[in-house]
Structures are given as C-alpha cells and as structure tokens.
C-alpha cells in the first residue's frame, strides 16, 4: 500500500509540473536611437541606400522608403539593426535614407 501511495504522489507532482507556466525571462534589449538632428549629404545617404539594400534584403523583401513614416522607420530601424549586425552609424544612415533625411 505504501508504493500506491508513492506512485500516485510522484505522478501527481510530474503532471503538476507538466501543466504549470514556465516562466521565461525578457531581457529588455538596449537600442539607441537613430541620430535624428544630424546632417547628410548625397553620398551618406547613397550609403545608407546601399546598406538598406545589401543588409535587408538578405531576409525579406524591401519596401519603399515611403511606405512607412518616420516613427514606423525609427522603430523598424532600431529592431533590424541588431539582427542585420550594423553598427549605429551605419543604422543612422539607413534611417536617413528611408526618411529621406527629413
């Protein structure tokens, strides 16, 4: 009678384990943000073309710089950057090429 008890108690503990919420940790991710109030010239922002077109579309297809505004880049941009594995300059130009420097 002691082994029944034990089974059951050892069973009830594995299907309690097997049914909770595992927790999982978000480590928030620091991301700084585009330098805005900079200037660009021609060249920075052919750069900043040619980086959005050599680094993005290795995963996804590219949109058009206007189909997003500002703040929808600036937030994109920031996301990206990390996983395209630009430095923050180079996201600044990216960002100034799809913002068209306004």
Not at 9 to 38: G, L, Q, R
Not at 47 to 61: I, S, T, V, W
Not at 74 to 80: G, K, P, S
């Amino acid at each position: 009678m002691k082994n029944y008890k034990v089974i059951v108690a050892v069973v009830f503990v594995y299907f309690a384990m097997a049914c909770s919420k595992k927790v999982v940790p978000v480590i928030p991710v620091p991301t700084t943000p585009p330098v805005v109030n900079a200037t660009f010239s021609e060249a920075d922002l052919a750069q900043g073309k040619q980086l959005y077109e050599n680094n993005c579309a290795k995963c996804h297809k590219l949109y058009a710089p206007d189909s997003y505004d500002k703040a929808n880049w600036e937030t994109i941009v920031n996301r990206m950057a990390r996983k395209a594995k630009i430095t923050d300059a180079e996201k600044s130009l990216v960002f100034h090429y799809l913002t068209n420097g306004k």
